[in-house]
Structure formats: structure tokens, C-alpha cells
């Protein structure tokens, strides 16, 4: 994957100051206010920009329920519970000092948002999720996503593809949605509800689920699971505020992995969505996630230049790869301790998952290299120039695909031994079975 973003939190602040305002309707004297749903929108919206993980104001946090209600660096508690005039929080919003008053150089929170603020501390500010260190941002009441268009006005580059177990239905990812497809280039059904751009998608091992990640670059990303049969969104295993690049079920698919904007990966419990390891150790943007077929092991790839093989289940840094001198793409497990990076540096590079270190370089060019993949014998490459497929072992390259000047952004990760499907910046796919080379499919509804 090769997306460069600029990170946009004003457009972010903005956006979402809008949606913020447009829910301070009229209170019921009476009604029960709601920290998740009521409470938590207000402060994740006005707030979490500068008292969140990345900027942390006056060293207060407000990006869970535990953190908010921490002690602040005044003699008042952020929240007293039942005395909004003692909670600092609250004085902080209608303090008459521009300087002091929250949110910092903008204006105040209009009146309504206030006052509900207000009743959920006089009312005992209780907290109404599952865990207090859950993310503001995943407490928030699931929305829909925009419709997709019926029909495109352009084409989509693909920057997500699968394809199912043994069937040949190829999932690829549109615009607010994934499309289906056959290898006759027949459109088969969308599935909708998705972030604006799908950047992986993935089938979980009983093929049952399909699990996406996505969002819309400065604004949102988010990974959710869906029902195969219906279509219909099942859940969401989480948020945050700028696109996710990647998420993977496990091969015995009891876990999912995540790949953060922020450099972190979380392991869920696929079937709990409980958070159950945090793998840290990146600086920059995780870029895609790779199960060893152990479902031990994981290897991720990150633009701040490095790979890292991980123990999935301790969290442990079993080795880094730092050998890469741009954002580093994809990752492939091959033989024994094999393992292969792309990047943006034109190089394709094959180190050891045990130490890290390198034993030599299979591709040396001024090209973006963009994904890898294995399959049983051989492993593929693709790039800004095309595709090129390598034996394992002897590195011999034996197949050089031509895209015309198109990139070649992904390869589907299937399972079938003659059907390879290549994804192109075009919205193009190239359906190879076995030698030959199908008609090329324009995935534009
Ligand atoms: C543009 C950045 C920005 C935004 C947005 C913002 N704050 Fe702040 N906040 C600051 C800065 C800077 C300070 C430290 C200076 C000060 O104490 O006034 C601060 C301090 C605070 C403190 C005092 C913390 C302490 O330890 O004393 C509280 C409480 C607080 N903010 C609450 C809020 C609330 C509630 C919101 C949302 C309605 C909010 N802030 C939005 C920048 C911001």
C-alpha cells in the first residue's frame, strides 16, 4: 500500500463541530443523560484533539472515561461527582476568562452541550459503557455510512482485494462500499456501510465474516466485520481518527490484528472483540499486518521505514528490520526463517524473521514495490511497473507481467493454485488462470 497522507485535524475538528451542535435539542427536565452516547460525542469531538494520546495539554487526557475523571494539575477534580460547580472540567467550559476557558482558542460550547454536561455531573456522572479505559472514540453510537453512488462518474483505484475460499467471487473495495464480482467481470452484489475508501479486506477462515478496514484519510478510519450471506454489518472491532491500512484474522481465526495510524497493532479476540495484546514498538503509520501461518507469530510493516516480527501472544518484539530507506509496504512469510519485505525504496529485500538480519536483496529499482504475497511454491511482487513472480528458494524470477504504465497495487491472498487476481491503480483487475491471462475487468459499478 503506498498512500501518503497529510494529516488534516482541523478538517477533522470542523467536520465533526457540526455534527456536535446539530444534537443539542431541547432536554427533558427529567431525562437520564448518557456519557456514551451524549457526553463522550461532545468531548471527542471538541476536546480529544488536544487532550488525547498524540497532544496531551496540561499532560490531561480526555480520550477514555478513566483518563477524563483523573486527577487535573488544579485542586479541583476534572469530574466531582454531583457537584458541577466543584468539577474543573465544567468550570473550564463556561470560565469567564478567554484564556482558561475550553475548548482553547474557539468558541465556547454552545449552551445546550453545556448544560447537558452540567446534568450528567449533577446527576452522579455515571459512566454507562463497558470499560472505562475504552476509547471515547469507540463508545460513540455506530452511524452509517453515506450511501454508495448507483453509478460511479470515475473509477476507483483498488487499494483492497479478495477473493473467497473456493468460490470465484472477487471483493474489491469502491467508494463507501465493497463491490462483488466474478472472474466473468459480472457484478454480483455491493456491500455498503463501509468508510470512504476500503483499504484490506478480508475473509475470516470459515467464511462466514468478512472483515474490512477503512475510512476517509484526516477524518476517521475503522475496522468492522460483516455478515457474507446478508451483507449487513455485524460489528465494529474499533475507531480512531485517520484511516486503518490493515486488518487480518489470524489463520486458526480466533484473532484479528490491527494496524494503527498511530504505529500501534492491538490483537482482538475475534470472537469477544475484546483488545487482548498491544503490539508497540513503530513510530509512524503500521501499514499492513501479516500472520505467520502458526497464528503465533506477526509480521507488520510501517512508514516509519522498518519491519518487525512480533510474538502475537506476549506482545514481545521477536526482531526489527531496518534496512529500508522509504515506508515500508507489505511482508510475506516464506521458508524457515525467511521472511520478505517491499517498499517504496524500489527494493525487495529477504531477512531473517529470528534477528533481522538481511541475506539479500531480490529486487534492487527505482519503481515503488507495493505488495508481496506468498503462495505455496512461489511468491509475488507488485509494483508501479507491473508484477513479477519469484520461486522460493532459488529466488529465480520466472514470470514478468506487464500493466502497461498502470501500478499493480495488490494481489489477492487466495488460497485456489491457479487463479491469481491482480488489482490496479486503473480500478482495473488482471485474472490470470493458471498461464493465461483473462479479459481485464473494470470494477466500476
Ligand atoms: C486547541 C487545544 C485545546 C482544546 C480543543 C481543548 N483544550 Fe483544554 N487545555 C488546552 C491547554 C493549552 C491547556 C493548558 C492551559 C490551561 O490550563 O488553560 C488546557 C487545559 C485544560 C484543563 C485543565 C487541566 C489541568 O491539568 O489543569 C481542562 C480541565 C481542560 N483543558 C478541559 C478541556 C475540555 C473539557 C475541552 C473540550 C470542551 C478542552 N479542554 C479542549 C488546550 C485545549
Redesign the pocket.
Known amino acids: 500500500m503506498y498512500f501518503c497522507f497529510c494529516r488534516l485535524p482541523l478538517a477533522f475538528v470542523a467536520l465533526f463541530t457540526m455534527w456536535g451542535s446539530a444534537r443539542g435539542e431541547e432536554l427533558p427536565a427529567d431525562q437520564t443523560i448518557s456519557f456514551s452516547s451524549q457526553v463522550a460525542p461532545i ?1 471527542q469531538t ?2 480529544v ?3 488525547g494520546e498524540k497532544l496531551a ?4 487526557r ?1 480520550d477514555s472515561f478513566a483518563a477524563l475523571v483523573a486527577n ?3 485542586d479541583q477534580p ?1 469530574v466531582l461527582a454531583s457537584d458541577a460547580k466543584n468539577s ?2 465544567y468550570q ?2 463556561i470560565h469567564q476568562d478567554e ?2 476557558r ?5 468558541a465556547a ?1 454552545p449552551e445546550e452541550e453545556i448544560e447537558l454536561i452540567r446534568r450528567w455531573i449533577e446527576q452522579g456522572a455515571v459512566f454507562d459503557g463497558d470499560s472505562r479505559d475504552t476509547l471515547l472514540t469507540n463508545l460513540l453510537p455506530v452511524h452509517n455510512h453515506p450511501a454508495a453512488p448507483r453509478k460511479y462518474r470515475a473509477s476507483i483505484p483498488i487499494s483492497a482485494l479478495a477473493v473467497l475460499g473456493d468460490e470465484n467471487r472477487i471483493y474489491v473495495g469502491g467508494y463507501h462500499e465493497i463491490t462483488v464480482w466474478n472472474t466473468a467481470g459480472e457484478l454480483l452484489s455491493r456491500i455498503g456501510n463501509q468508510g470512504e475508501r476500503t483499504y484490506s479486506i478480508e475473509p475470516d477462515p470459515t467464511g462466514k465474516w468478512l472483515l474490512s478496514a477503512s475510512g476517509t484519510p484526516g477524518i476517521m478510519g475503522e475496522v468492522r466485520i460483516f455478515d457474507l450471506a446478508s451483507g449487513k454489518m455485524h460489528a465494529v472491532v474499533t475507531r480512531t481518527d485517520e484511516v486503518i491500512l490493515d486488518a487480518q484474522y489470524s489463520p486458526d481465526g480466533k484473532r484479528i490484528a490491527v494496524a494503527f495510524p498511530n504505529g500501534v497493532v492491538d490483537i482482538y479476540n475475534a470472537e469477544t472483540l475484546t483488545k487482548e495484546v498491544t503490539l508497540l514498538g513503530h513510530s509512524d503509520q503500521v501499514t499492513s499486518v501479516h500472520w505467520h501461518t502458526d497464528s503465533n507469530r506477526l509480521g507488520t510493516t510501517s512508514r516509519d521505514n522498518a519491519a518487525k516480527i512480533y510474538d502475537a501472544n506476549t506482545g514481545r518484539s521477536i526482531s526489527t528490520f531496518a534496512g529500508h530507506s522509504a515506508c515500508v509496504n507489505s511482508l510475506a512469510f516464506l521458508d524457515g526463517n525467511d521472511v520478505i519485505t517491499v517498499s517504496d525504496d524500489g527494493k525487495a529485500i529477504i531477512w531473517s524473521a529470528a534477528d533481522g538480519r538481511k541475506n539479500r536483496e531480490v529486487i534492487s529499482g527505482s519503481m515503488s514495490l507495493l505488495d508481496v504475497a506468498r503462495f505455496d511454491r512461489h511468491y509475488w511482487i507488485t509494483s508501479t511497473q507491473g508484477a513479477q513472480q519469484f520461486e522460493i528458494g532459488s529466488h529465480r524470477r520466472l514470470v514478468q507481467l506487464q500493466s502497461e504504465g498502470d501500478w499493480v497495487t495488490t494481489v489477492a491472498k487466495n488460497k485456489l493454485p491457479d487463479l491469481r487476481i491482480f488489482g490496479l491503480h486503473s480500478g482495473e483487475l488482471i485474472v490470470r488462470q493458471g498461464e493465461q491471462e483473462m479479459p481485464r475487468i473494470l470494477t466500476r459499478p
Request: hydrophobic content about 35%; some cysteine; glycine content about 0%.
Open positions: 468531548l471538541r476536546c484533539a488536544c487532550h495539554e496540561s499532560d490531561y480526555m487535573t494539575s488544579s476534572a474543573e472540567l473550564r467550559l484564556d482558561l475550553m475548548p482553547s482558542e474557539a460550547l
